[in-house]
């Protein structure tokens, strides 16, 4: 399976040492440049990155969805900082539309 990860040098470097290619970025604006780059590229099967980047790269990962694609699949994973929850707080809003109501956690 091909493996990127995107994200600043101390995120990156466990997983390229274990065969993922990755990509430095220290902010944002660059990850989501980054991430459009390798969607477009169709190289990949699966993309980590950072979870407090989950806001910026919303709009990149809702175009895979939109064409139906299966992959790459997303994996956003907390990283030094500790910021964490954004995802989850993504997924409680897509739930509560696909049921009909707010879901609490």
């Keep these: 399976m091909s493996v990127a990860v995107i994200g600043p040098s101390s995120f990156i470097t466990c997983f390229q040492l274990i065969g993922a290619e990755g990509y430095n970025c220290v902010n944002g604006e660059e990850t989501t440049s980054t991430l459009s780059r390798l969607v477009d590229e169709k190289k990949y099967k699966l993309i980590i990155f950072p979870e407090r980047f989950a806001a910026e790269t919303l709009p990149v990962r809702e175009q895979v969805l939109k064409r139906g694609a299966i992959s790459p ?11 964490t929850g954004d995802r989850m707080q993504e997924l409680q809003a897509v739930i509560s539309l ?8």
Excluded: H, R, S, W
């Design 73 to 83: 699949v997303f994996a956003l994973v907390p990283d030094f900082t500790m910021q």
């Design 98 to 105: 696909a049921i009909g109501t707010k879901l609490e956690l």
